[in-house]
């Protein structure tokens, strides 16, 4: 049987949704949707850009809010299966004086459950970006194993291959994040590391010699994020550095996650590196200033005013 081909799509995260808890107050939680590639696919889709999901959800609950999430948003559905033997990820946030506090009901999930066979060339057809994380390699053996399938298919098909470091001291050691990293980033085309994640992988806060380390094993491209200070773009010819956006913190959750998609979007409708890292600096800042993951994501119309308003702040300064 003839594959049916897929949509087109400019980005297609590979990864694990969940389904969040958030203990706001004393007797009161709020039920939301989290998971860092989900969080990516969503704000790619808000930035204006194509987007879709590959993973597997069980046959539960939350995995029909994760699906209705996914219809809302408009994000391409058609490469998740329902699992009836493995649940769908669950995780709870406590906030309280020493900020928020995660806990996760992830072992055994059905995303985490994903075996490189499942992936197969035909769901990488028409992609333009497949977007992965360190997260999707630390959850489990298998995952860790599909995100390399995943990388080698999209690659093969003609798509690039991003991927943020995302690093979880709490699902695995930073010896092991570190052979995994070794053996996909020269499949990587973009990655994008933060500067607590660099410092944590190689020992290092030199923003030079980070960026130099990445490209050391052939990726094209190094977007290195630096939370308030901005982000660097670093190819092998040039590091450029881009200026933050003022921003009133309120909460962090998802901003990494926003800044990727925000890039990606943009980046596949441009070209443009440079101008989709600040794009990307002006989704971030705007995320931080609402608590919760999703309901933090800016749309496109949010995000160039933010750019406007900026500029204005620089001319008036200047």
Not at 9 to 19: A, K, Q, R, T, Y
Not at 54 to 72: K, P
Not at 109 to 116: C, E, T
Request: charged content about 20%; proline content about 5%; aromatic content about 8%.
């Amino acid at each position: 049987m003839t594959p049916t081909p897929c949509a087109p799509l400019d980005l297609l995260c590979f990864g694990e949704p969940m389904f969040e808890f958030s203990w706001l107050q004393k007797d009161m939680i709020r039920p939301g949707i989290g998971g860092d590639v989900s969080n990516t696919a969503v704000a790619a889709r808000r930035a204006g850009a194509s987007a879709g999901m590959l993973t597997h959800l069980g046959s539960d609950n939350f995995g029909d809010h994760i699906l209705q999430l996914y219809a809302d948003e408009d994000i391409d559905a058609s490469r998740i299966l329902r699992k009836d033997d493995a649940p769908t990820g669950l995780y709870f946030i406590d906030y309280g004086p020493a900020g928020h506090q995660f806990s996760y009901r992830r072992a055994g999930s059905a995303a985490s459950r994903v075996p490189p066979a499942d992936l197969t060339p035909d769901m990488f057809d028409q992609v333009g970006v497949l977007h992965l994380s360190g997260i999707t390699q630390a959850i489990s053996d298998s995952s860790c194993a599909a995100s390399i399938r995943a990388a080698e298919l999209a690659r093969k098909a003609g798509a690039k291959v991003a991927f943020d470091t995302n690093l979880r001291l709490n699902l695995w050691s930073g010896e092991q994040a570190r052979a995994a990293l070794e053996t996909i980033l020269p499949l990587v085309d973009i990655v994008f590391p933060s500067i607590e994640d660099s410092e944590a992988l190689f020992g290092t806060s030199d923003v030079s010699e980070i960026c130099d380390r990445f490209l050391s094993f052939g990726v094209g491209m190094v977007v290195l994020t630096l939370a308030e200070k901005g982000a660097i773009v670093a190819t092998p010819d040039s590091h450029d550095v881009i200026a933050a956006f003022p921003a009133q913190l309120r909460d962090a959750t998802g901003a990494g996650d926003t800044f990727d998609g925000a890039f990606l979007a943009e980046y596949c409708q441009t070209g443009d590196a440079l101008y989709a890292a600040r794009f990307a600096c002006a989704a971030a800042s705007l995320s931080v200033e609402t608590v919760g993951a999703v309901a933090s994501i800016p749309k496109r119309d949010s995000i160039l005013a933010r750019m406007q308003q900026g500029h204005m702040q620089q001319g008036e300064a200047g």
